[in-house]
């Protein structure tokens, strides 16, 4: 069954009809119905072009959050091979919230990291909905080391509502796991990219998105805070969430005129849970092309290119 | 071309420019309530003389105490773009920052100086919480990235005095790229040999902690200082349990190995000069060395006058 979002009511009424009415024409052979659920779905798919031409960014953002969108785990399932999940931090525990390990992207041997949100509710919990704890933090340094070692690029799938803030996590220090891991992403002579395929939250993700490049599915976020977060404190009322997803600048399109994203990924029309295959391919295709520009670079260059390219960050600001 | 680089030559800092502190007022210490004379608060760095409470103190009056003779050499700090997001909640982001440049006299939240310390040359940065919660924006990230070329260029440590409500929420996506960006400046520091040590005061807080403010060679804290990623506020709402009392506290840090030494603010001049020194293997502190109270103005260091 098709989620629909709080904006998509009129889309999921039309949507509903035409499936009704192909239904009831299974259920009785007689009934010609194809004519009108046709018109239906001509209509649908207006409405839905419309609604996804100019989507604000709060409507961003809960596509970004859309329970159907393909995770961590699909983009590992479909565009890897051998991958061999690597656990723990060697130090307290495995995290959940983080998958990686080594694997093959295209024949090449890497190391793929990511958050992974879960997909029904038991697996939601297991992973924490993505959000990591210091352990897996720890345990993203320990497979960058690791890749450093050998020599092996690195690719991150980030989508996280940021760090988790629990007792637990405070008490073994998430602000010095999400700082180590930030230096280890700056650290690496190997090239480290970066897919944003969902929700890019604080800190948790730039502890895995500090990459060469990093690629932003088209409604994916990346953000200094939620929304939500954002009009608690600035707004004194957390409903006021649609201005402040305004004002942040969240959405793939104004980090590319930032120059925090260097390329955008399109989403097939609808959002990516509306055709996961052509989203998978198309990340796969982002992340081959954004590997091979690193093809033949020495490991300082790769390490140098990083960091100037954080330290020009901010030399541009939006057009008035 | 590095926009950072552009490089502007220091201005002195002169010791007569400080404010002069009214003499006819008292502070009510905000925790246990005695009122405190100015100008002996002022002397003991405002440390409540009743209860030991540690009041926020500016970066100015920082370096009044931390550098001999009082004397230091602001470092030039490369402007950023001005509201580059054209940021407006109830109130423009431009608006802010005028205001808060206004109540507290200063730029932004962050001072870089640099002269000696114990006769050891240093550079060192206070963020100043009095400007905006110290909240760390495109300015804090630029004033690191100064702070550490200039240790690198000088090869001296580098000491940074934390003070932060997090980043930046007007600067968006700009304030969290500060992360990774003082991340670099801490790595040129660390790669050129050169001690970079941190100091913790309250509140140190968000992405501050998640970056520059964690990665020190030596982590020292000023006593009771809260430092935490997430907020005891943001912790109780989501664990639906009251903390215990001095949660992400510098003690409780200290406990769950955090930091190195929770240190007074008092002793915290003394403490530097020696870590410093001994990371640096020189021999401990002449006392000959003039101290903030006996100095007399003095010219800055050599290096200063280069460039
Ligand atoms: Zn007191």
């Known amino acids: 069954m098709t989620h629909y979002l709080e904006f998509e009511k009129s889309l999921a009424e039309i949507e509903g009809k035409a499936e009704e009415l192909r239904a009831m024409a299974r259920d009785n052979s007689e009934m010609d119905v194809e004519k009108e659920a046709s018109a239906l779905d001509k209509k649908a798919a207006d409405l839905l072009n419309s609604l996804y031409s100019g989507l604000s960014a709060w409507r961003k953002c809960q596509v970004a959050r859309h329970p159907d969108r393909p995770h961590c785990k699909d983009y590992i399932d479909a565009l890897f091979t051998d991958y061999t999940p690597l656990a723990g931090d060697r130090n307290f525990a495995d995290d959940h919230a983080v998958m990686g390990g080594l694997a093959r992207f295209k024949g090449r041997a890497v190391v793929v990291i990511g958050q992974e949100k879960g997909s029904d509710t038991k697996t939601r919990i297991e992973r924490n909905f993505g959000m990591a704890r210091p352990e897996g933090y720890r345990k993203a340094i320990r497979l960058m080391a690791l890749a450093d070692r050998f020599g092996l690029p690195v690719v991150t799938l980030v989508d996280t509502p940021g760090a988790y803030p629990g007792k637990g996590a405070e008490e073994r220090g998430q602000s010095e796991a999400i700082a180590r891991s930030t230096e280890k992403c700056l650290q690496l002579r190997v090239p480290v990219v970066s897919v944003i395929i969902g929700e890019g939250g604080s800190g948790g993700a730039v502890a895995f998105a500090t990459a060469n490049q990093v690629a932003m599915l088209e409604h994916s976020i990346y953000s200094v805070i939620t929304p939500e977060g954002c009009a608690s404190i600035l707004w004194k009322d957390a409903n006021r969430m649609v201005e402040a997803a305004e004002a942040l600048r969240l959405t793939a399109q104004h980090l590319k005129e930032l120059g925090v994203c260097d390329r955008i990924i399109p989403e097939p029309l609808g959002g990516a849970h509306r055709d996961p295959q052509a989203t998978l391919r198309a990340v796969g295709k982002a992340i081959e092309e954004m590997l091979a520009d690193h093809d033949g670079k020495s490991g300082d260059t790769i390490r140098a290119e990083r960091r100037r390219k954080y330290l020009n960050i901010g030399s541009q600001g939006l057009a008035a | ?307």
């Open chain 2, 1 to 307: 071309m590095n926009w950072i680089t552009n490089y502007v030559r220091p201005t002195i800092n002169s010791i007569f420019s400080r404010r002069e502190v009214p003499e006819n007022l008292w502070t009510k210490c905000s925790e246990c309530g005695t009122m405190l004379f100015h100008r002996e608060l002022a002397e003991a760095l405002n440390v409540c003389s009743n209860c030991n409470h540690h009041m926020p103190i500016t970066p100015r009056a920082r370096f009044d105490a931390l550098f001999d003779g009082g004397v230091f050499t602001e470092v030039k700090v490369a402007e950023p773009i001005a509201d580059p997001l054209h940021f407006r909640d109830s109130k423009k982001y431009t608006d802010r920052l005028r205001d808060a440049r206004k109540q507290t006299g200063e730029k932004e939240a962050m001072l870089v100086a640099e002269g000696s310390l114990g006769g050891t040359p240093i550079v060192a940065a206070a963020q100043d919480f009095s400007f905006m919660a110290g909240s760390m924006g495109m300015y804090v990230g630029n004033a690191i990235i100064a702070a550490a070329e200039r240790a690198v260029k000088l090869k001296r440590p580098l000491i940074l005095f934390s003070a932060a409500g997090g980043a930046r929420m007007q600067e968006g996506i700009l304030s969290l790229m500060q992360m990774p960006r003082t991340t670099v400046a801490v790595e040129m520091v660390k790669e050129a040999g050169l001690p970079y040590l941190v100091i913790l005061t309250h509140p140190t807080t968000g992405g501050v902690t998640a970056s520059y403010a964690m990665l020190g060679d030596v982590h020292l804290a000023e006593p009771n200082a809260l430092i935490c990623f997430a907020g005891p506020r943001v912790i109780e709402q989501t664990i639906r349990e009251k903390l215990p009392e001095g949660f992400q506290r510098a003690e409780y840090l200290l406990d769950h190995g955090m930091l190195d030494r929770v240190t007074p603010r008092g002793q915290m001049r003394a403490e530097l000069i020696s870590i410093t020194r001994l990371l640096l293997n020189l021999p401990p502190e002449t006392p000959a060395l003039p101290g903030p109270e006996t100095a007399e103005p003095e010219a800055p260091a050599k290096e200063a006058q280069k460039n």
